[in-house]
């Protein structure tokens, strides 16, 4: 079992910044892919990005490509998403998510462990 706690939302401008974090415990986390998602209202869930167990492959959304960045600690367990460059449309609940397989996933179905979100709220 992996257990997942995602930090770092907020009320934030267009155009400003923020950096969520995603702390692991349980199993080796370094032996997961992780990925963040997120869903908005009234939308269905979606990848924005995802990062390999050693941190050497990242993998984007359009919408996000060039604004966001992924990155994570293994020696501190814990998956960042670093979003720059905000746009209202950003606005979401975003979770981090992980699975033991060797791959980056982009669909949802596919990882085992969430964490319960974390609210982003860009304002124009």
């Known amino acids: 079992q992996v257990q997942l706690v995602e930090s770092g939302g907020g009320l934030v401008q267009a155009g400003g910044s923020l950096r969520l974090s995603c702390a692991a415990s349980g199993r080796t986390f370094n032996n997961y892919i992780m990925a963040w998602f997120r869903q908005a209202p009234g939308k269905e869930r979606e990848f924005a990005a995802g990062i390999s167990w050693l941190g050497t492959i990242t993998s984007y959304a359009d919408s996000v490509k060039g604004r966001f960045t992924i990155s994570r600690d293994n020696a501190k367990n814990t998956l960042y998403l670093q979003m720059n460059s905000l746009k209202p449309e950003d606005t979401a609940v975003y979770y981090c998510?992980?699975?033991?397989?060797?791959?980056?996933?982009?669909?949802?179905?596919?990882?085992?462990?969430w964490g319960r979100g974390t609210q982003v709220t860009v304002s124009s």
């Open positions: 998510a992980a699975d033991g397989r060797a791959a980056i996933l982009r669909a949802g179905d596919e990882y085992a462990y």
